[in-house]
């Protein structure tokens, strides 16, 4: 099983500019659908965004298309969701997940499709 431990969040003006960074280790990255989720307090974790393990394939949540741009370098064992154009409303923790596949064209959606999390990083976003 894998480890994750995210980085990057932080405070920024709305229209700014965040990249998340989450770092895995543990057994072998590769055959791992690779997740991010984002939380606000009293609501369930939402989809924000996938990656194949193959790197192929990514998909994102209709509110973040276009403007989130989710990518690995299996080589380092690292995930990155590059955020622009941010809004007040992605204020959220954010959390990196990890859901174990033998298919290289699988993405996940559902938190109970992802085996490992991440300790989340607080992303504020200031109007």
């Known amino acids: 099983q894998v480890q994750l431990v995210e980085s990057g969040g932080g405070l920024v003006q709305a229209g700014g500019s965040l990249r998340l960074s989450c770092a895995a280790s543990?057994?072998?990255?590769?055959?791992?659908?690779m997740g991010w989720f984002r939380q606000v307090p009293g609501k369930e974790r939402e989809f924000v965004s996938a990656?194949?393990?193959?790197?192929?394939?990514?998909d994102y949540a209709d509110s973040v298309k276009g403007r989130f741009t989710i990518s690995r370098d299996s080589a380092k064992n690292m995930v990155y969701l590059q955020m622009n154009s941010l809004k007040p409303g992605d204020t959220a923790v954010y959390y990196c997940?990890?859901?174990?596949?033998?298919?290289?064209?699988?993405?996940?959606?559902?938190?109970?499709?992802?085996?490992?999390w991440g300790q989340g990083t607080q992303v504020t976003v200031s109007a």
């Open positions: 543990g057994r072998t990255f590769r055959y791992y659908v």
């Open positions: 990656i194949t393990w193959s790197g192929g394939t990514t």
């Open positions: 997940a990890a859901g174990s596949t033998s298919y290289r064209s699988r993405i996940y959606y559902t938190q109970n499709e992802y085996d490992t």
